[in-house]
């Protein structure tokens, strides 16, 4: 099994890295990307772990991006996390999460939510700073029962622990990723809520800019919509990736090891990676099958 979207402690994850891909393993992924968000730091500790489990290491990352005001995931596979461009990109959006961080906290102060910047900061342990964080602040804390319900009260756009910040534009995302080396890869086009028009213009410029492929099988998307993005994948010329977006135990869409296979008609963004055929081959679940 191929796993091409998963996240540890160095952003918004649960496990460590060396955890995370020891999970991995003992779920039957054979290749694994690890696609913190705008961060690299995990790469070398899931390295050594997958070299000594036998497992195929991808080096990911999973850029924030905003593009008409909107905020849209690229996920870069393959990548090289020392790239210049890319690194001192990444380092820029991290500075930003501390602004908006700040931000943040102001706003949750305002309805009399006291101490959620360092209460986030807490629950940081390695890496960036996330909305996720300041959900488990403030599920710590009482204010919501669980993380969903924290996301739809408190930080969501129109909600007080809400902030619009300006992420890096979908044209350095995608030049920083293919100019290391990597692909592009649009991370679950499901869940943008673009409508029909805004779908198509972003998968044209996304395509336009250097993209490769679409996640059409992921965590987050429901089986229609594994159907739905393979047809506009084939649609614009694009591959299709497959990730279950794993956050850890409690905290993830989808576990790791349950991934579907890719739709009839898909061509997979790892057709031409040396060493991945064989692993590609073995067998997978059907969508639906469980
Ligand atoms: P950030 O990049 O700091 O804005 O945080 C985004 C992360 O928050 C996503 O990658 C998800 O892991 C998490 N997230 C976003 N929306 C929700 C939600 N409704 N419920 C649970 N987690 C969410
Ligand atoms: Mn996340
Ligand atoms: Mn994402
Ligand atoms: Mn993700």
């Known amino acids: 099994m191929i796993d091409l979207h998963s996240h540890s402690t160095v952003s918004d994850g649960l496990l460590t890295p060396e955890e995370?891909?020891?999970?991995?393993?003992?779920?039957?992924?054979?290749?694994?990307?690890?696609?913190?968000?705008?961060?690299?730091?995990?790469?070398?500790?899931?390295?050594?772990?997958?070299?000594?489990?036998?497992?195929?290491?991808?080096?990911?990352?999973?850029?924030?991006?905003?593009?008409?005001?909107?905020?849209?995931?690229?996920?870069?596979?393959?990548?090289?996390?020392?790239?210049?461009?890319?690194?001192?990109?990444?380092?820029?959006?991290?500075?930003?999460?501390?602004?908006?961080?700040?931000?943040?906290?102001?706003?949750?102060?305002?309805?009399?939510?006291?101490?959620?910047?360092?209460?986030?900061?807490?629950?940081?342990?390695?890496?960036?700073?996330?909305?996720?964080?300041?959900?488990?602040?403030?599920?710590?804390?009482?204010?919501?029962?669980?993380?969903r319900a924290v996301f739809k009260n408190y930080l969501v756009k129109g909600k007080p622990g809400y902030f619009e910040h300006s992420w890096a534009s979908l044209e350095e995302a995608i030049s920083w990723i293919t100019g290391s080396g990597g692909v592009a890869v649009l991370a679950h086009p499901g869940r943008y809520d673009l409508g029909r028009t805004n779908m198509l213009l972003l998968l044209e410029e996304f395509r336009n800019l250097g993209g490769s492929a679409?996640?059409?099988?992921?965590?987050?998307?429901?089986?229609?919509?594994?159907?739905?993005?393979?047809?506009?994948?084939?649609?614009?010329g694009l591959q299709a990736s497959q990730g279950s977006d794993y956050h850890g135990p409690g905290h993830n869409y989808m576990d790791m090891g349950r991934l579907p296979e890719l739709p009839d008609g898909c061509v997979p963004v790892w057709q031409n990676w040396p060493g991945i055929d064989e692993i590609a081959m073995q067998p997978q679940m059907k969508a639906g099958a469980y």
């Open 20 to 147: 995370l891909v020891t999970y991995a393993a003992s779920k039957g992924v054979r290749a694994l990307a690890l696609t913190d968000h705008d961060d690299t730091a995990g790469f070398i500790e899931a390295k050594v772990t997958a070299d000594r489990h036998g497992i195929t290491l991808i080096p990911g990352v999973e850029i924030s991006v905003t593009w008409h005001r909107r905020t849209l995931h690229i996920v870069g596979l393959n990548i090289n996390p020392d790239h210049a461009p890319l690194a001192k990109g990444l380092l820029e959006i991290r500075a930003g999460r501390h602004i908006r961080a700040k931000n943040m906290a102001d706003g949750l102060e305002k309805i009399g939510i006291q101490g959620s910047l360092d209460g986030a900061y807490s629950y940081a342990r390695q890496g960036i700073i996330s909305r996720t964080h300041f959900a488990q602040f403030l599920v710590g804390q009482g204010w919501a029962p669980n993380i």
């Open 214 to 236: 679409i996640e059409v099988v992921t965590g987050s998307h429901t089986v229609e919509q594994y159907q739905e993005f393979a047809k506009l994948a084939r649609l614009f």
